[in-house]
């Protein structure tokens, strides 16, 4: 197969929908060999700042001269995002090797593997071709049953913990906390962001069940600069250093600020232009959190909000987060099936800021048109999948953008 073909296939496995459990990816993985002996696992879980934290890992690891992988999800704009060495996505011709060689393994099993545990062991192929020594690996959905969560670690990362993807995680911050936790291991260290209290339970509940070493890390990194804006990267910094720290990776003070100060993760509060801010923030959580930012950034100057959400979202949530900030929205219809109506949307924004005048546009295209028909700054955000489809458009590329899966 080549790349599109193999693109294909592998999209094609999405009808096998999302399937919890580790059962398939062992098997697959066993027997194929995976993972190399000696790799470095940092497994990384959470519900906000996963893929910062997992960047900033690779990052500080790179820097200090090891070898890095990078495995994140979901990507941006090309599928090949999500698998990186050294900094470097893997290229097109290896995703289809991969694939085709994978495609040729599973065909008979059954139950067949899915999207996300085939692209779990693709990326252990890569890491193996390169002899990557430090792998930042982030999970999926949850932890506990998720496919990365069949390699072992040396360190266990979680990220602060809040609601999404309850269909799947439990609808209380306690059955939510108990999947993240999942990815702990007996006498595998654990470093964790500060948490709320519920969440907070649960972790040590089950890190002294496997008598782990727990560390909570609260207090933000100020030693050096972060080139990734808000005070909340300063908190992913100090859980990032603390997390190699914790599982033996040697690194120095030089490598830690040259790898903070270059790591670059796109929509992350993104400055495209002098008037244009993209983050993929997707749940109450982090748009607050994007809220933050914006005010230490631009005080109480307020947005044209491009805004675009799920569907399957709190969208009442994320909507009382950015409507302080904004001064109109825009609600444009995009490319995803999963994407929440924009007359929908409008419905709950009207809710939530009776007074807070929006509109409809066909395409993001012509919502860009019309933001910038005046004169505020311009805040793309609501999902991951719609700011991928804004870093595709601005950049002139739509047609290069591919439908994320996650």
């Known amino acids: 197969m080549n790349y599109q073909e193999a693109l294909g296939w592998l999209y094609r496995t999405q009808r096998f929908g ?18 190399a002996e000696g790799q470095r696992f940092v497994h990384v879980a959470g519900t906000n700042g996963k893929g910062s934290v997992c960047a900033m890992i690779a990052a500080i690891s790179r820097a200090q001269g090891y070898r890095t992988g990078l495995f994140i999800s979901p990507h941006l704009v090309t599928f090949r995002e999500r698998i990186r060495v050294d900094g470097e996505m893997i290229t097109e011709e290896e995703v289809a090797e991969g694939l085709t060689a994978i495609r040729q393994h599973v065909a008979a099993w059954d139950p067949h593997p899915t999207f996300f545990e085939i692209t779990t062991a693709l990326a252990l192929i890569h890491f193996n071709k390169y002899a990557c020594e430090v792998i930042a690996f982030e999970t999926g959905l949850g932890g506990r049953l998720d496919a990365t969560n069949a390699i072992e670690p040396v360190v266990a990362v979680i990220t602060p913990i809040g609601y999404d993807h309850q269909e799947w995680l439990g609808n209380t911050l306690e059955e939510i906390a108990g999947e993240k936790a999942g990815i702990i291991k007996a006498r595998i260290p654990v470093v964790s962001a500060a948490q709320e209290p519920a969440a907070e339970k649960v972790l040590r509940a089950r890190a002294a069940e496997g008598d782990a070493p727990l560390e909570f890390v609260s207090e933000p990194y100020e030693t050096s600069p972060v080139s990734l804006a808000g005070a909340h990267q300063k908190q992913n910094a100090a859980l990032a250093i603390a997390a190699l720290r914790a599982g033996g990776i040697d690194i120095g003070a030089q490598a830690i600020a040259s790898g903070l100060a270059s790591v670059d993760w796109p929509a992350r509060f993104q400055r495209w232009d002098e008037r244009t801010i993209i983050d993929g923030a997707h749940n109450p959580a982090g748009a607050k959190i994007l809220a933050q930012t914006w005010r230490e950034t631009f005080g109480l100057q307020r947005a044209t909000l491009i805004l675009a959400v799920l569907d399957d979202k709190d969208v009442s949530g994320i909507c009382q ?29 009207s809710a939530v800021a009776p007074s807070l005048h929006y509109s409809i546009t066909s395409s993001l295209g012509d919502a860009l048109d019309q933001a910038r028909q005046g004169s505020n700054l311009i805040l793309i955000t609501g999902s991951l999948h719609f700011a991928g489809e804004a870093l595709a458009t601005l950049a002139g590329k739509p047609a290069a953008f591919e439908e994320c899966a996650q």
């Open 18 to 35: 999302i399937k919890l459990g580790l059962e398939n990816i062992q098997r697959l993985l066993r027997e194929l060999g995976l993972p």
């Open 321 to 349: 987060a950015l409507a302080p900030i904004s001064a109109s929205a825009i609600l444009p219809l995009i490319r995803s099936g999963r994407a929440l109506p924009p007359e929908e949307l409008g419905k709950t924004l």
